[in-house]
């Protein structure tokens, strides 16, 4: 690694640790304690299990003289690595009040002074593993603004968690079918650049033709479904979607709130009026799949959809909801996860998940990629995800 390299890869470094904290920036300490549910982790975590990541992964295996901060945050900020050692249980996160955001705050500096020494070293040989890092940070950054959210949704004032979040954009044009001839298709990543390993090997699969919307579904759109009984059709759910919703007196997308006969949404900025024209969000592969059902549609599968990403008559493949498909998560063809912890990332997840594709709102810049797989069970509604419908022709 040339000094060009090295100061771009210092940069990069610093950027991407520096948007971790503008996004937790208007957050008291308070805030950054709390855990809504088991699925969520608290903002605080967050900071200190990222920056665990360079200390556990990057420092202490590559660095002889490196002091490690606090032994014992191996154990509070180890999330699922089982082959690392115990770690503190995931739903009990948030009584963690100990260290506090500033004891996390100097963990931070701590470790980022001795990852950018490394760095100026000009270790070559690192540079995948500090991308992953990295990676492995920009993912956690969209959690943190996921979870906050979901934390700050169960207070009845509706705080703004992050005033400076970006509202999403409304649709463009009229939704039309845009058809595909199928065929031989290739996925997966190839080619340079960074990719997770459950984006690989690259193969090839046969498509049949097949249409898939040129935009995504709109809030106006969903609530035609809710207003034709979409939520009492038990004909339009799966089984175990059908009792989840009825479980869970669902009755329309997660963050939907009714003021004065009127529909709103809330998210990171606050509550706001809910806009027609912009794409449904933070809802169910259970509420996709009956939508599509309902509109006589399905949803895509991660194949056909990764294969028409870059046709220029769809719109808002990335950058606006997360969009569910009916592909379940599950490992390519010739997929084999690396020796070692690392190895515990992403493929020991490949079962009763559901994939979905692009990237949202709250992605991290520059995170998003065409082959990129995120997967989540199908009850989840927290997310920034929403959905494209799909049709055999």
Excluded at 12 to 19: G, K, L, P, T
Excluded at 190 to 218: I, K
Aim: aromatic share 14%.
């Amino acid at each position: 690694m040339d000094a060009f390299q090295n100061n771009v890869a210092t940069r990069q470094f610093s950027a991407v640790r520096d948007y971790t904290e503008y996004l937790s920036s208007a957050l008291s300490a308070e805030d950054q304690c709390v855990q809504s549910m088991d699925d969520a982790s608290p903002v605080k975590w967050h900071r200190a299990h990222t920056t665990w990541f360079f200390e556990h992964f990057v420092l202490v295996p590559h660095v002889p003289n490196y002091r490690i901060f606090d032994p014992s945050f191996q154990f509070l900020f180890n999330s699922y690595y089982e082959s690392v050692g115990e770690r503190h249980p995931r739903p009990q996160r948030g009584l963690i009040t100990r260290p506090t955001c500033d004891h996390v705050g100097a963990y931070r500096a701590h470790v980022d002074a001795a990852m950018i020494e490394l760095i100026g070293e000009q270790r070559g040989n690192l540079a995948h593993l500090i991308e992953l890092g990295l990676q492995h940070e920009e993912q956690h950054q969209e959690l943190l603004v996921t979870d906050i959210t979901h934390a700050f949704a169960q207070n009845k004032l509706l705080p703004a968690a992050i005033p400076h979040f970006r509202r999403p954009r409304p649709l463009r044009g009229e939704t039309k079918f845009v058809a595909f001839d199928g065929g031989m298709a290739g996925i997966g990543h190839s080619g340079d650049g960074f990719y997770f390993d459950n984006e690989a090997p690259h193969h090839r699969v046969y498509l049949e033709p097949y249409r898939l919307t040129n935009r995504l579904v709109c809030n106006r759109e969903f609530l035609d479904f809710m207003t034709d009984g979409g939520y009492r059709t038990s004909t339009l759910w799966m089984a175990d979607g059908w009792a989840a919703a009825q479980a869970r007196n669902w009755s329309s997308p997660c963050y939907w709130r009714k003021r004065d006969g009127l529909w709103h949404e809330f998210g990171p900025e606050g509550l706001r009026p809910l806009d027609p024209e912009a794409p449904v969000a933070h809802i169910s592969w259970y509420e996709a799949d009956a939508f599509a059902r309902w509109a006589w549609a399905r949803l895509p599968t991660e194949a056909e959809w990764e294969a028409a990403s870059d046709d220029a008559r769809l719109f808002d493949m990335n950058g606006q909801v997360w969009q569910w498909t009916a592909s379940a998560y599950a490992p390519y063809p010739g997929f084999r996860p690396v020796s070692g912890a690392i190895g515990e990332y992403n493929g020991k997840f490949m079962i009763n998940q559901m994939v979905l594709r692009g990237s949202s709102m709250a992605t991290s810049p520059g995170h998003a990629r065409v082959s990129y797989r995120n997967f989540f069970h199908p009850d989840k509604r927290w997310q920034f995800a929403g959905l494209r419908l799909a049709q055999d022709c």
